[in-house]
């Protein structure tokens, strides 16, 4: 399962806020900023730190994209 911070940028652009200022408000670090940019995994204290930051929700900023379901050797051969 991945992950999508695609939330949180919209809710930057809403709030007139850069990444940098974010990252600066929220105390967090530019590399958890890199990670959130390319939808990686960050601890649960760098998303405290935002939702803190943003007064909002965990899911106000981030959302699980569920895998695409594989074909099975079986399925792939109908």
Do not use: H
């Not at 408000?25 to 958890?32: D, L, Q």
């Not at 803190?52 to 569920?66: N, R, S, T, Y």
């Amino acid at each position: 399962m991945k992950m999508s911070y695609n939330k949180l940028w919209k809710l930057l652009i809403d709030k007139q806020m850069k990444k940098s200022d974010l990252r600066k408000k929220a105390g967090i670090s530019s590399s958890s900023l890199a990670k959130l940019t390319k939808d990686e995994n960050v601890t649960t204290e760098v998303l405290a730190k935002i939702c803190q930051e943003l007064q909002c929700d965990v899911a106000d900023i981030m959302e699980f994209i569920p895998d695409e379901p594989q074909e099975t050797e079986t399925e792939a051969q109908e």
